[in-house]
């Protein structure tokens, strides 16, 4: 890209920016993180497109989950703790059953901010801009709160940046040791997930003896004890985002350092738009968020805009239909992109197209749709011949009750009980291993299938 800079989005239209008051504040403070060291390390971001280049040959899965918004309240070690321990579970069930191996994707160490569906909000006839992310503006519905702060933002960088400090030591330190798989097992999941899990664990177990026997141990063998595990958040305040661009000095290319991995959200993907614009310039890999409201055309119009060069690996979509629009929508995506001959991966994002308001008043998400859209988005692409390469999750490793039904059979009146997310209803662990354990199978029965579709159409 001949002219881009990263402040090129600034001459596009871009919708679901914060408005800051006092600019002079905001300019210092970016000034501040684009001298703050980056989070990542641009060869990591070339390693993590490596492995997702893996996925969309049928030969790997992508994982993608975490929180819908971190936020200030629940940063905590543990919650932290619990999160990678869920997602070391998912993905050791995923490994398992279907065969292949799982590239980790948290949305975590950066995912603050939130585009709403309203600009403001009322409360008993008073009314405040939105709440829209703790790296923004508080969530406490009162005046001042809801002002955004600049402050925040270095706030959220240092919370973003012990986060990962501590993945990083869970990953590489000795936590995510294949011999202590029955640690991440959390208390309170029961029922047939627990059973379930546990039979993984014998599996694991006895394959860890038989390699053992082998010569091969995970004190001379780094993969049996360590993971990769890499982040991920939407590239939605592109202020920030342009703040934490950088010239990579091994390469010279300019990569997006505040996390490996950047999408681009269903309200932000206007092909003539300030988010396009800033994700064209930066080497990362990209997602693109894809719902009823896209024209396929226009989403393989951004295919290329964002990846001229069809380079594998660089474009996840992340597909969000909704349990009962998935059927009718996605067959003329996947027809699109393949008549174009894009490269893409595909991702399943069961959460977002089925999110409903609760009798009780909580937004919450029914547990069987987002099971329904899972299963009809493998089934999908059964038929058209393609791989289901991906699922992208909102997930905590806590104990909510934030949606409803799953084995904890979560109802409407249960909802008040632990509801502690600061945007959309997040699967609790039990729910988040049900899912893993019921895509396993598809997956296995969908890569055998898309190898022989691929090997009977060359
Ligand atoms: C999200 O992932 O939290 C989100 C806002 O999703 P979408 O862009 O798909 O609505
Ligand atoms: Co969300």
């Not at 905001?26 to 996925?55: D, I, M, Q, T, Y």
């Not at 939407?234 to 661009?245: D, F, G, K, R, W």
Request: charged letters at 25%; one cysteine or more.
């Amino acid at each position: 890209m001949t002219n881009w800079k990263p402040n090129s989005w600034k001459g596009k239209p871009s919708k679901h920016l914060p408005e800051y008051k006092d600019q002079d504040k905001l300019n210092n403070v970016l000034n501040e993180l684009s001298n703050f060291p980056p989070l990542v390390f641009a060869g990591e971001s070339r390693s993590l497109k490596e492995h997702l280049a893996k996925v969309s040959q049928g030969k790997a899965f992508l994982l993608q989950g975490g929180d819908c918004a971190e936020s200030f309240a629940e940063f905590h070690p543990n919650n932290i703790r619990d999160f990678f321990k869920l997602f070391l579970q998912m993905s050791l069930v995923l490994t398992v059953s279907s065969g292949l191996p799982i590239v980790k994707l948290g949305r975590i160490a950066g995912q603050f901010s939130k585009p709403r569906s309203a600009p403001t909000e009322n409360k008993d006839g008073v009314e405040l801009p939105s709440y829209l992310g703790d790296n923004i503006n508080s969530m406490a519905f009162d005046a001042k709160g809801r002002e955004p702060d600049p402050e925040r933002l270095l706030k959220a960088y240092s919370q973003s940046a012990s986060t990962l400090n501590l993945l990083r030591a869970f990953s590489q330190g000795g936590f995510a040791d294949l011999n202590k798989v029955h640690l991440w097992n959390m208390s309170f999941v029961k029922d047939k997930a627990k059973e379930k899990y546990q039979e993984i664990e014998q599996k694991v177990s006895d394959a860890l003896d038989f390699m053992n026997a082998c010569g091969i141990t995970s004190e001379n063998n780094r993969r049996l004890r360590t993971v990769n595990l890499f982040t991920s958040h939407e590239a939605l305040l592109l202020p920030v985002e342009e703040a934490m661009t950088r010239i990579d000095s091994t390469t010279g290319e300019y990569h997006d350092t505040s996390a490996h991995f950047l999408w681009i959200g269903d309200r932000t993907r206007q092909l003539d738009g300030g988010h396009v614009e800033f994700c064209k310039g930066i080497k990362n890999p990209l997602g693109i968020k894809c719902g009823p409201t896209s024209d396929p055309e226009e989403i393989v119009k951004l295919t290329e805009v964002l990846n001229p060069d069809n380079e594998a690996g660089r474009i996840t979509l992340i597909a969000r239909f909704g349990h009962d629009k998935v059927q009718k929508f996605l067959p003329k995506l996947i027809q699109a992109i393949k008549k174009a001959g894009r490269n893409v991966i595909w991702s399943c994002d069961p959460m977002h197209g089925n999110t409903v308001k609760a009798s009780t008043g909580f937004k919450t998400r029914p547990f069987e749709n987002v099971i329904s859209e899972t299963k009809s988005f493998f089934e999908v692409h059964q038929s058209e011949g393609t791989f289901a390469g991906g699922l992208h999750i909102e997930m905590t490793g806590q104990d909510v009750t934030e949606c409803i039904g799953g084995a904890q059979n979560i109802t409407d009146k249960d909802l008040s009980d632990r509801y502690h997310t600061h945007c959309d209803p997040r699967l609790n662990a039990s729910q988040a291993l049900e899912l893993a354990f019921l895509i396993s199978g598809e997956i296995k029965k969908n890569s055998n299938f898309s190898k022989t579709s691929i090997k009977a159409a060359s």
